[in-house]
């Protein structure tokens, strides 16, 4: 079982930044890492369906981006905090979305369908 919780998300500014939190915990007897997990955000806008925004391989650190968004996030892993980051640059109206954190536990590489979500967090840009 995975238990992932998000935080980080609010009101900001448009060409403003804003950086989320996923805390995951693997709560069990055996092995708690993620060497064979794959973590990643999708998102969520009023109207759309929800999108794959960024991912990280738990292990390498392979991350990989939506075009919408490459050039300003930046996802990154602390291993050792089980927590998966966000940063979010340069933030436009069109970015206002629910952010999903999200884990693949059977994928070592990429995200594909994830097994586990966050509850979500909001983010709003304002213009």
């Known amino acids: 079982q995975v238990q992932l919780v998000e935080s980080g998300g609010e009101l900001v500014q448009a060409g403003g930044s804003l950086r989320l939190s996923c805390v995951a915990s693997k709560r069990t007897f055996s092995s708690s890492d993620f060497s064979n997990s794959a973590m990643g955000w999708f998102r969520q806008a009023p109207g759309k369906e929800r999108e794959f925004v960024a991912g990280?391989?738990?292990?390498?650190?392979?991350?990989s981006y939506a075009d919408s968004v490459k050039g300003r996030f930046i996802i990154s892993r602390d291993n050792a905090k089980n927590t998966v980051y966000l940063q979010m640059n340069s933030l436009n109206p069109e970015d206002t979305a629910v952010y999903y954190c999200?884990?693949?536990?059977?994928?070592?590489?990429?995200?594909?369908?994830?097994?586990?979500w966050g509850q979500g967090t909001q983010v709003t840009v304002s213009s």
């Open positions: 999200a884990a693949d536990i059977k994928n070592p590489i990429t995200v594909g369908r994830p097994d586990y």
């Open positions: 990280v391989s738990w292990s390498g650190g392979t991350t």
